[in-house]
């Protein structure tokens, strides 16, 4: 099994390479269920972001191993809200990046953060994730459909990192392809970045 670890990250950064940086370019947003389940998997920020939330907890351990993946669709769906309704928020674009950016680099680092300072942090996020899809919402074909669709997928690609993350109880060689996971993320996220700015 662990000879196949290094085809699993190739594949891996071949998906997040294979794809525009811009998850915000309103495509698949005029459709429903369908369309709100495939934009997360399609846009490579939403992506590394979304998987990166599971890693980071399954290596944080319980309780944050649920409570992350739990918080993130909540706190996500008031920021849905937020922008439906028109609410700003300010520099939302560099924010998704850094997300990819900072929590890359806390799996790459093995952060271990505190329960409120972890929940803080991907609650934040969660936040500018839902509310630049909550903008996009009112010209929806389907909005609820596409929602729940969202929240599905982001349910999914958390659990997918979650089981990634479980490889850091691999004493050997576990560990260290958790934290080079949460490089190649960094790595990313800090491409996406400097395309945000």
């Given at each position: 099994?662990v ?10 950064t ?14 698949g947003?005029a ?12 846009g ?37 809200v ?13 924010g ?16 271990r ?10 609650g934040t ?5 839902g ?20 929240v ?24 260290s ?16 970045l400097?395309?945000?700015?």
């Amino acid at each position: 099994m662990v000879y196949r670890l290094p085809a699993i990250v190739t594949a891996l950064t071949a998906v997040f390479a294979a794809t525009s940086a811009a998850a915000h370019d309103a495509v698949g947003v005029a459709g429903g269920l369908e369309s709100g389940f495939l934009h997360p998997i399609l846009g490579p920020d939403h992506l590394i972001a979304m998987v990166a939330v599971g890693l980071w907890g399954a290596q944080l351990g319980r309780p944050l191993v649920f409570a992350l993946p739990v918080a993130f669709p909540l706190v996500m769906a008031v920021g849905g809200v937020l922008g439906v309704a028109g609410v700003p928020l300010p520099a939302v674009e560099v924010g998704i990046a850094l997300s990819g950016l900072v929590l890359g680099l806390a799996i790459a680092f093995a952060f271990r953060a505190p329960v409120w300072v972890a929940v803080l942090l991907v609650g934040t996020f969660a936040l500018l994730h839902g509310h630049a899809h909550g903008t996009e919402l009112p010209t929806a074909a389907e909005p609820l459909a596409y929602g729940i669709g969202f929240v599905i997928s982001t349910g999914l690609l958390h659990v997918v990192g979650i089981a990634i993350g479980l490889l850091n109880d691999w004493r050997k060689i576990g560990p260290s392809v958790v934290r080079g996971c949460g490089a190649v993320i960094a790595s990313f996220g800090l491409l996406f970045l400097v395309g945000a700015i």
